[in-house]
């Protein structure tokens, strides 16, 4: 099994930034992809942004040159880096990860519990 633990949120002005974090422990060596999601009330669950085992990202549209998603594999943590943030970025925001290269699809095996992102 894997857990993941997120921290970071909180609320911001609008066009303000805010860093996530994500520590993984367990069998993190199988992990291949990590990604963001996040969950506004009454919407689906969406992915914002995806990272694969070599570091290539991948973004939803919505958020491309405004976050940056990185990880440190030697802390076993995923960060997103949210900049410029707009009020439709107020969600709930949780961690995943996987064995299998799912990117921004939501069918992942490991979810954390969630941090609140506020934007006004």
């Known amino acids: 099994h894997v857990q993941l633990v997120e921290s970071g949120g909180g609320s911001v002005e609008a066009g303000g930034s805010l860093s996530l974090s994500c520590a993984a422990s367990?069998?993190?060596?199988?992990?291949?992809?990590m990604a963001w999601f996040r969950q506004a009330p009454g919407k689906e669950r969406e992915g914002v942004a995806a990272?694969?085992?070599?570091?290539?990202?991948t973004y939803t549209y919505a958020v491309k040159d405004r976050f940056t998603i990185s990880k440190d594999n030697v802390k076993n943590t995923l960060y997103l880096e949210m900049n410029n943030l707009e009020l439709e970025d107020t969600a709930m925001y949780f961690c995943?990860?996987?064995?299998?290269?799912?990117?921004?699809?939501?069918?992942?095996?490991?979810w954390g519990q969630g941090t609140q992102v506020t934007v006004s």
């Open positions: 995943a990860a996987d064995s299998f290269d799912l990117q921004l699809a939501r069918h992942y095996k490991y």
């Open positions: 367990g069998i993190t060596y199988r992990i291949y992809c």
């Open positions: 990272i694969d085992r070599i570091g290539y990202p």
